[in-house]
């Protein structure tokens, strides 16, 4: 298997790496980024609404909590098994814990199905997942990512990333 096949961002920030002088000095200085390819479907986007506006230490730790308290894995069914009390002692806010149920009622009652989702275009799936409440255009394009291998998505509200580009320019 080919590179690109195993990591499309690598495959990606290689070519930008040729065109782009500021991308070449920074991957000279801090080399290629971890590859981030993680399972698509239910328990990937629950994982970027636990992620949302937290530390990558507190992300964990909740995440943690919640895949305990879904008996090791976490899916639409066990999390709606959840109620509101149960999710917010794994550390999520009320808000988080709603989304995420959202998301479940979502699945279940086949609003949401990840089958259809990882064939449709870049925006079918934005537009899909924005629908659910919680899930904006960071979390989309993040879904699209690192869940579906999309390499050419760029999750423009990100502050980190526009923090990085101003640094690197």
Known sequence: MTTALLDPVHAQLRILRRRCPH???ALKEVGLPEPRRWEPGFATLIKIIVDQQVSI???AAIWAKLARACKGRVTAKRLLAL???DMRACGLSGQKA???RGAADA????????KRLHTADD?????????LKGIGPWSADI????????????PVADLALQHGVRLLH
């Open 123 to 131: 925006e079918a799936v934005r537009t899909t997942l924005t629908a």
């Open 23 to 25: 991308i070449r000095r």
């Open 107 to 114: 699945v279940e009652n086949g609003q949401l199905d990840f």
């Open 57 to 59: 230490a507190a992300g």
């Open 143 to 154: 879904y699209l990512l690192f869940a579906m291998g999309r390499p050419d998505v760029w």
């Open 98 to 100: 709603r989304y995420a």
């Open 83 to 85: 109620s509101e009390p």
